[in-house]
């Protein structure tokens, strides 16, 4: 099988992040793209959860606040070294103006890119 086509570009980031179901939580984004974004946390919402996200980018005035649909689960697992790997849930952004689209593309293009 060919590798898969992501339809916006993506990197690695590390970048604080708060957002509200009906508790708020603050995390931290570790993979961005204009379509969607990766939350490393230890307690990571069902599949199908929807969520209002709110995070800076560094060099972009005001915070970008979004709206995102978990589309997948990671749950921990052993790491190499036998700790606890990562956990986190991959979201899919669902309403987000294209203004917060262009600034979150702007920045993923100065980053390394990642698979």
């Known amino acids: ?4 086509k992501r339809k916006h570009p993506r990197a690695d980031v590390n970048l604080d992040v708060s957002y509200r179901v009906e508790n708020e939580y603050a995390d931290r984004i570790t993979n961005l793209s204009g379509g969607g974004a990766f939350i490393e946390t230890p307690r990571p919402l069902w599949a199908d959860t929807v969520l209002t ?20 689960v990671m749950e921990a697992f052993p790491d190499e070294q036998g700790g606890a790997g990562a956990s986190g849930m991959g979201l899919m952004f669902v309403d ?6 262009r600034k979150i593309e702007a920045y993923v293009a100065t980053q390394e890119p990642s698979d």
């Open 53 to 72: 996200l709110t995070f800076n980018l560094p060099d972009t005035p005001g915070p970008i606040q979004v709206r995102a649909k978990v589309m997948w």
């Open 96 to 101: 987000i103006s294209e203004d917060a689209r």
């Open 1 to 4: 099988m060919g590798k898969e």
